[in-house]
């Protein structure tokens, strides 16, 4: 009977031994000096042929060194209770009742975690409604390892990073685990004055998924993908992942990358012509990028809202040509997304900003107004150009705005006028017939 009593409880063993088929938890916790070589997978001790399926009162672990401070984390049905957990010495835990001293305990739709100090040694059980083919883990460190950042990287480009959760050095691969977890990559600017990005706040990218969506291969294979877009002022940035659990924070940052600028640069040479054509040049700065692999694809945008998209090949040379059919004035938008190879051979891609141009009606003086690419300008300058920009636009508006009302004056006026024509006519008409039956009635009276 000793025996079978015994063989009721968990026993740790080895971290490569075979994973369990049946309900099981999760444990973390931060090891003390005394209790290093505890093993990182806990299951039941199976003398029986029950798989898929522990009895309701056998969830039962078994804590056999002294630690300063055990986290416990328990997956259950979702919109479950809270589990209860029952001491050795008999004593219970739970939502409801347990020393703030001594107890965290927070509670989600679909798992519960706690972090004990100073657990008792000895055999643990829990109560509820424990998911099953769950994986038992100890976890004496969570530590996230990603692959590094190119050494050359662009203003625009959208980049894949992957990433590894492990226990100590074990691949933590328990697909549920990340239900628990936030794992994010933000930028924080280094403050350096010799960059364009001095002063600038954080910018948070995007958040590492295992969903099989996007850029991330397989889903739930415990490997972390972040899809990210550079879309922010170039400079030098220090990344840093977070890996965010409702008790406990981890930061990796890797050391300070420089994001360079865009090496596409846009300018448009426009024509009145009804016949012409605009010519767009995009000028390639080869610093750091083979300008013989860059491909330009795009669309633009018309003023009658028409999308045309175009492609301009690869080709010899640092500048690049596409023409743009002349078809009314007013304001012409180009998307460009850019795909090419940098000098030490990586292949990217990249999206430029949006560029704006527009044509002004035969007849009006100065030149077009341009916008996309205005690095070059001070601040005091883009400034200056957006306010004329917005001017033009609101102008234009404020034309579109007076034709409407003239219209709107002249079918008012016209109408007025034909209400008018039938009122004197139908007047004119009533008396006339009250004047003939006037007549009639004087000759009636007459005979």
Partial sequence: MLKNAIGRFFTIKALLNKFLSTTVLTLLFSLNANAQQLPAEIEYYNDDNVTNQIP???????????????TLLFYHKNGAQPVILVR????????????EDKVQWFDDSTFDMIKIKSPMIGPWQVIGEVQPNSKIMVVSEIRLEVTPLPEIILQGE?????????????????PSFKDVLALDVDFFSTNNS??????????????????GRDLDEH???????????????PGEWQPIYIVKMPMATRELRQKPVVVHKNPITISVATTQNINGEHIATFTIDNTLVKAESILIQGKVTFPDRQVLPFTVKQEKGLKRIHKIAFTEPGVHRIETSVFGDTINGREFRAQLPEFTFNVERAGNSGTSTLSGDTSHLTLEQKKAQAMANAA???EKMAQALAQAKADQAAKIAQKEKETLFYIIGGNTLVIII???MFVFIRRKKNK
């Fill in 434 to 436: 009250a004047a003939l």
């Fill in 88 to 99: 050795p010495n008999g004593s219970k835990l739970n939502i409801n009742n347990y020393p």
């Fill in 194 to 211: 010799a960059y364009d990005n001095f002063g600038a706040a954080p910018v948070k990218l995007a958040s590492f998924r295992d969903d």
């Fill in 56 to 70: 309701y009162f056998d969830n039962r672990f078994r804590i056999d060194a002294q630690l300063d401070e055990v």
């Fill in 219 to 233: 889903a739930k294979d415990s490997e972390f993908t972040g899809e990210f877009k550079l879309d922010f002022a």
């Fill in 392 to 394: 033009l636009e609101a």
């Fill in 158 to 174: 959208t980049l894949k990073m992957s990433g590894r959760l492990f226990n100590g050095d074990v691949p933590i691969d328990n």
